[in-house]
Nanobody
Framework: VQLQASGGGLVQPGGSLRLSCAAS????????IGWYRQAPGKERLGVSC??????????SGSAEGRFTISKDNKGNKITVDLQMNNLSPDDTAVYYC???????????????WGQGTLVTVSS
């Protein structure tokens, strides 16, 4: 499984950004794919998750109401986007996409990881 995250950048407070995770390889239908973030000096935390073919979604408290996760299947490639609105400096972090078995010990899934994409919210 390969995960490629993109879409990070610099945005002003109150602005929006859309992250994309391109997932390919041996992706099982029931896998969860989601987003984590790690702010400087802090631990990596779950942000949003979408699970399996039913597409059940989960959000952290800080993401609820502002972020929307979506998934698009195209053959053996899946794209999971994270639309982030009303961003604040507290959202500044490296954002990682991850995939794998859901409902385990991880907040979403942690079997496979992509590289991070940096989101900076600053005026």
């Amino acid at each position: 499984v390969q995960l490629q995250a993109s879409g990070g950048g610099l945005v002003q407070p109150g602005g929006s950004l859309r992250l994309s995770c391109a997932a390919s390889g041996r992706l099982l239908d029931h896998y969860a794919i989601g987003w984590y973030r790690q702010a400087p000096g802090k631990e990596r935390l779950g942000v949003s998750c979408i699970v399996g073919t039913e597409g059940k979604t989960y959000y952290s408290g800080s993401a609820e109401g502002r972020f929307t996760i979506s998934k698009d299947n195209k053959g053996n490639k899946i794209t999971v986007d994270l639309q982030m609105n009303n961003l604040s400096p507290d959202d500044t972090a490296v954002y990682y996409c991850a995939a794998g078995e859901p409902y385990g010990s991880a907040w979403c899934a942690d079997n496979y990881w992509g590289q991070g994409t940096l989101v900076t919210v600053s005026s």
